[in-house]
Structures are given as structure tokens and as C-alpha cells.
């Protein structure tokens, strides 16, 4: 499969802590995406990382790529009930060209 | 400035029926693509349309097709509706070749019965 993978598939931590989760892919890639989802509607795009890039920031958001690992990872700081969702990674091979989604972190964030 | 609207929210059909979904993209976008969603399961790539044409595909059956109208609005269209089917369907915005996020609408949670 194509599909990125998130690590871990559910998290839960205490309001005001960090939260990391992970996302390994195959192949070689053009950018890597990452999206938040409440509640099974739609997705929210966060963050786009290109693959000459190590690393971005977006607020309370980090995400690292590292291409000879073929993985990033996606941090969030100080978290908030708020940021309770689930969140995907997507890679794109090519500019244009379709994402590939993987199967998601749920994380909840306790007040 | 709206976003990607998809109508309807949800939509009940009976195994063997056809459905049709909506989807107007954001102001300025010009592509659309449509994304599966099964329950805990991570967005499956439809297909996405630019200039009225199917211009890539996803790995789904022929009984799924698409259009793309003028305006750049687009309908997903599923024949002979199997169980398996039951999802929420997305659909995203963006412009042809950007390197940018796409836009997602809210989706379509459809059941079949």
C-alpha cells in the first residue's frame, strides 16, 4: 500500500500536555500533509511539508519530516480539549496528483 | 467566502438503488476530488476531475463515475448500491497541479440499507 501509517492509533493525554504521533510512509514523496477531523465530518488541513524541507511550524504545531526514514511526525503543544480529533497524515507522490491517506491518530485531549 | 458545499448531509438508499452527491467547490478552485471514507478508516481516493474530465482514479469499480460541470461543481454518482458502500463521502477543492492543502467540505454520510 501506498498509504501513510499513523502511530499511535489512539491517544489520550491531560489538557495542557504535548501530544506526538507518527506516520511512516514507502515511497518517495513530493509533500506530506497533515489533516484534522472532528467527529467523522471533514477534514481540516494543518500543515504541508515538502520533502526538501525538515522542518515547519504552525502555531502549537511542529511537524518534522525525515525522508531517509520515510516518516514524520506532527506535535502539539500545550494540547486543549479543542484539539480532541483524529488526525491523518497524506502523502503525495507528485504535484497534482492524488493523496494517499492513512488510517488516522485519535487523540482526546481531558480537560 | 463559502467553502466546499456537499449536499446532502446524509442520504438512506436501499441496496440496488443509485445515488447521486453534490459538491461546489471553494471560490477560485478548479479541480475536485472525491474521497471514501469508511468508519475508522483513513480517506480512499475516488477520482478528481479538472476541465470536465475524469483526470486520475482511484481503485473503485465502474458502478462509481463522476462529473464535473462548468461552474467547476461536480456529482459523484454510485450504481447499484452494495452494503459495502455505506460511507461518508468527501469531496476536496484545489487548484489543478497547486501544492497546496486541499479544501474539504463537510461530507456526505450516506447508509445503504
Known amino acids: 500500500s501506498q498509504q501513510g501509517e499513523e502511530d499511535p492509533q489512539a491517544l489520550s493525554i491531560q489538557e495542557g500536555e504535548n501530544a506526538t504521533m507518527n506516520c511512516s510512509y514507502k515511497?518517495?514523496?513530493?509533500?506530506l500533509q497533515w489533516y484534522r477531523q472532528n467527529s467523522g465530518r471533514g477534514l481540516v488541513h494543518l500543515i504541508l511539508?515538502?520533502?526538501?524541507?525538515r522542518e515547519k511550524h504552525s502555531g502549537r504545531l511542529r511537524v518534522t519530516l525525515d525522508t531517509s526514514k520515510k516518516s514524520s511526525s506532527l506535535l502539539i503543544t500545550a494540547s486543549r480539549a479543542a484539539d480532541t480529533a483524529s488526525y491523518f497524515c497524506?502523502?503525495?507522490?507528485?504535484?497534482?496528483?492524488?493523496?494517499?491517506f492513512g488510517t488516522g491518530t485519535s487523540l482526546t485531549v481531558i480537560p | 467566502d463559502a467553502g466546499v458545499t456537499q449536499s446532502p448531509t446524509h442520504l438512506i438508499k436501499t441496496r440496488g438503488q443509485q445515488v447521486t452527491l453534490r459538491c461546489s467547490p471553494k471560490?477560485?478552485?478548479?479541480?475536485v476530488s472525491w474521497y471514501q471514507q469508511a468508519l475508522g478508516q483513513g480517506p480512499q481516493f475516488i477520482f478528481q476531475?479538472?476541465?470536465?474530465?475524469?483526470?486520475q482514479r482511484g481503485n473503485f469499480p465502474d458502478r462509481f463515475s463522476g462529473h464535473q460541470f462548468p461552474n467547476y461543481s461536480s456529482e459523484l454518482n454510485v450504481n447499484a448500491l452494495l452494503l459495502g458502500d455505506s460511507a461518508l463521502y468527501l469531496c476536496?477543492?484545489?487548484?489543478?497541479?497547486?501544492?497546496?492543502?486541499?479544501?474539504f467540505g463537510s461530507g456526505t454520510r450516506l447508509t445503504v440499507v
Open positions: 476536496a477543492s484545489s487548484l489543478i497541479d497547486s501544492n497546496y492543502g486541499y479544501t
Open positions: 515511497t518517495s514523496i513530493n509533500n
Open positions: 511539508i515538502r520533502s526538501n524541507e
Open positions: 497524506a502523502t503525495v507522490f507528485n504535484t497534482g496528483n492524488q493523496f494517499y
Open positions: 471560490s477560485g478552485h478548479d479541480t
Open positions: 476531475y479538472y476541465e470536465e474530465e475524469e483526470r
